[in-house]
């Protein structure tokens, strides 16, 4: 069973640019988290979302930045013209339910903007 | 609001040694309690957890005691080896958010030496 994939492993964009996140869950999860980790920094959630529906996206900026999680394929973290203050490391977590399920993460997305 | 706090980091041992490393949380309600481990350039993966007063989570001779009276849930192992270096974070999913959303500590860097 594979684990949680996420691509590309890295980015690198020039600031104005836009970047697109991949996040293919495991095998039967219909749950999707997304997380951002600033360097030195934990984890801060940003968007959870069940298929086709985005359940809470308290901790996503308000401006730029947009997820979906569509029917068919996997989840997408858009982010439209990108700024320095947005390299990190993206994370993508998936879980079987939703209430104390586990949450199984994938190996991340590191975002550079030049 | 729901919050986690870890010991600053860099924690440095010689290969063996008795590892701590703390953790305390504030949530409403009975949160479950995680750690995570994260080595250099992956994503994080799930340590051990805990999901009530008195439960013992523990996995690769790392334990830890949810600890409801003093809201700890301290990371321990009682012989630290050169693998084990990485960084540690203490995560809680309050159950009044409505869905797992987890609250990361700002994580804790090990450093183990032959």
């Known amino acids: 069973n594979a684990g949680v994939m996420q691509n590309p492993r890295h980015l690198v964009r020039r600031r104005g640019q836009e970047a697109r996140l991949r996040c293919s869950p495991m095998?039967?999860?219909?749950?999707v988290y997304w997380y951002r980790q600033l360097p030195e920094e934990g984890l801060k959630f940003m968007v959870y979302l069940q298929k086709e529906n985005i359940i809470d996206e308290s901790g996503m900026p308000k401006e730029r930045f947009s997820a979906e999680f569509p029917k068919e394929g996997p989840s997408i973290l858009r982010i439209q013209q990108v700024v320095r203050g947005d390299s990190a490391a993206y994370f993508c977590a998936s879980s079987l339910g939703a209430g104390q399920e586990t949450q199984y993460f994938g190996p991340g997305t590191r975002l550079l903007v030049l | 609001g729901n919050s986690v706090t870890q010991m600053e980091g860099p924690v440095t041992l010689s290969e063996e040694a008795f590892l701590t490393i703390n953790c305390t949380y504030t949530a409403t309600g009975y949160p479950s309690l995680f750690w995570y481990v994260q080595y250099p350039g992956e994503g994080l993966q799930l340590l051990l957890k805990?999901?009530?007063?008195?439960d013992k989570g523990s996995n690769k001779g790392f334990e830890a005691t949810y600890r409801k009276e003093t809201t700890s849930f301290h990371l321990e192992k009682g012989s630290v080896q050169v693998s084990d270096s990485a960084v540690y974070f203490c995560?809680?999913?309050?159950?009044?958010?409505?869905?797992?959303?987890?609250?990361f500590g700002t994580g804790t860097r090990l450093l183990v030496s032959p």
């Open positions: 805990a999901t009530k007063a008195d």
């Open positions: 095998k039967g999860h219909s749950h």
């Open positions: 995560a809680l999913i309050a159950m009044n958010t409505g869905f797992q959303k987890l609250v």
